[in-house]
C-alpha cells in the first residue's frame, strides 16, 4: 500500500511530502514500511491492525492499515498471449485472486521471470523489452502460486521509421536530443528512442550515445545520425558549427520557495552567430551557498535552509545565474491517506491524496477502499520506451530507475 503524506505549511499552504517524512510501522512484525526503498510503500506481513505513522520534526501524522488472513488462490497474468514488436516494451500485469474472493494488484510483489531473456527479458516490476525474434513464456510467481502467457516478438507491426528533429544545427560542445518514433501498421505510433541503436557516420564531428540519441558536438562539420531497428532505419542530418557561447540565461528566475524542496532549472545559451540553444545538459551548474540549497547535474536545486543562494550554469567559461531564496514557512501538520484501508499478506495497495485521480504509469497499481481514487492498471497496449509525464505524487521508487530519466518536480507546484 503507498500511503501518501500531505504537509500544511504555516502559511495555510500544502504540500505533498511523502518522500521527506519518516515512515514508521507500529509494530515491524505486522507489515514492512518503505518497501524496495520507496517512501511509504507498505507490505502486510500478519493479519492484525496496525498504525502508520509519518514524522517531520515534532509533526505527525498516521493512519489504519488492517492485514486480513486472505491467501493468494491463484495468479493471472495480462495481457494474454500478446505479439510485442521488436525493439520495444511491454508492460505485463499479476492480478491476485485470494481466499476471500477479493483481487488484487500483485505485480509489485511477484518474481517476474522470461523462459527465454534472449528474445524478451523482463524487470522485477514486470516491464518487459522485445530483445530478438522469437516466442517466450512471462511468468508471475509468489510463493507456490503463479500464472504465466506466452509472448511473441515480430517485426512484422513496424512499418517504418523517423527521425527527429530532421537538421538541427548545434554550437561545438553543447548537445542534441534526439528521438526515434516508429510507425505501426494499425496506424499508432511509439517512441522508440530508447530501444533503437543510435550511430554517427563522423565521430570527429559528432559522438552519440548508442541507447540514449544524444549527440554531441565536436567539431565544426556535417555528420549522419542514424537510428536502426530490426531491418529498419532513419537518419538525420547534424551540422556542427564553431559558433562560441556569448551568454547563458538560468530560468525561472528570482524564486522563493520553502527548505526542503526542490525546482528545477534549465540553461539557455546565446550564440555568436545570434543563435539561441537551450544547453541544460551541456553546462556545470553550481550554488554559491550550498547551505541554503544545493544543485546537481540534473539542474534540479534542492533547499537546505533559509536564506539566500545564486544559482549559476557555466559553459566554456561563460557563466549565467539567478537568486534563489528560501523562506521559513514550517510544517504545521501531516495527514495520511488512505486513512484506514485493508489488505492481504505479502499485498500492495495503492492511495493518493485525496481529491486527485493518479495516473502514474509505473508505481504499482493496487486494489481500492472507502472510494478515496479509481483503481489504476498497468497499460496493456504497448508502450515506447519514455515514461508518461505529469504524474501525480509520489515518486517511482529507486529500483525503476532504469525508466526514469528524473525525479518529478511537484516540490515547487504548492497548492493553496
Request: hydrophobic share 40%.
Amino acid at each position: 500500500m503507498q500511503f501518501v503524506a500531505i504537509g500544511k505549511f504555516s502559511d495555510s499552504s500544502t504540500q505533498n511530502v511523502t518522500a521527506i517524512v519518516q515512515w514508521a510501522a507500529s509494530d515491524p512484525s505486522l507489515a514492512n514500511i518503505n518497501l524496495h526503498g520507496a517512501q511509504g510503500l507498505a507490505l502486510g506481513v500478519t493479519p492484525a491492525t496496525c498504525t502508520v505513522t509519518a514524522v517531520s520534526g515534532g509533526v505527525s501524522g498516521s493512519a489504519t492499515l488492517t492485514i486480513t488472513n486472505a491467501v493468494l488462490d491463484s495468479i493471472a497474468v495480462t495481457p494474454a498471449n500478446p505479439s510485442i514488436p521488436l525493439g520495444t516494451l511491454q508492460q505485463f500485469t499479476a492480478t491476485g485472486t485470494f481466499s476471500d474472493a477479493t483481487t488484487q494488484d500483485i505485480s509489485n510483489t511477484v518474481t517476474w521471470s522470461s523462459s527465454n531473456t534472449n528474445v524478451a527479458s523482463i524487470t522485477v516490476s514486470g516491464l518487459a523489452t522485445a530483445r530478438n525474434l522469437g516466442a517466450t513464456t512471462i511468468v508471475a510467481t509468489s510463493g507456490p502460486v503463479s500464472g504465466s502467457v506466452s509472448a511473441t516478438v515480430d517485426a512484422s507491426d513496424i512499418s517504418s521509421l523517423a527521425v527527429a528533429p530532421a537538421s538541427p544545427t548545434i554550437a561545438q560542445i553543447t548537445s542534441q536530443q534526439f528521438s526515434a518514433v516508429g510507425t505501426f501498421n494499425d496506424g499508432s505510433t511509439h517512441d522508440l528512442t530508447n530501444q533503437v541503436t543510435w550511430t554517427s557516420s563522423d565521430t570527429a564531428v559528432a559522438a552519440i550515445g548508442k541507447t540514449n540519441g544524444i549527440a554531441k558536438g565536436l567539431t565544426a562539420g556535417t555528420a549522419t545520425i542514424s537510428a536502426a531497428v530490426g531491418a529498419l532505419s532513419a537518419s538525420a542530418d547534424l551540422t556542427v558549427t564553431n559558433a562560441t557561447v556569448t551568454s547563458i540565461a538560468v530560468t525561472p528566475t528570482a524564486r522563493t520557495i520553502p527548505a526542503g524542496t526542490r525546482l528545477a532549472y534549465t540553461a539557455t545559451g546565446s550564440f555568436s552567430d545570434s543563435t539561441n540553444q537551450v544547453i541544460t545538459r551541456d553546462v556545470t551548474w553550481a550554488s554559491d551557498n550550498v547551505a541554503v540549497a544545493t544543485v546537481g547535474g540534473s539542474a534540479l536545486a534542492t533547499t537546505i535552509a533559509p536564506g539566500n543562494a545564486n544559482i549559476s550554469a557555466t559553459l566554456d567559461s561563460v557563466t549565467g545565474s539567478t537568486s534563489l531564496s528560501v523562506n521559513s514557512v514550517t510544517l504545521t501538520a501531516i495527514s495520511v491517506a488512505p486513512a484506514t484501508a485493508a489488505l492481504a499478506p505479502a499485498s500492495t495497495l495503492f492511495y493518493g491524496p485525496r481529491g486527485h485521480t493518479a495516473t502514474a504509469a509505473r508505481a504499482p497499481s493496487r486494489r481500492l477502499c472507502s472510494g478515496v481514487l479509481r483503481q489504476r492498471t498497468w497499460p496493456r497496449s504497448r508502450v515506447g520506451g519514455r515514461r508518461q509525464e505529469n504524474r501525480l505524487e509520489p515518486p517511482p521508487s529507486p529500483r525503476n530507475k532504469a525508466r526514469s530519466a528524473a525525479l518529478p518536480v511537484w516540490w515547487s507546484n504548492r497548492r493553496r
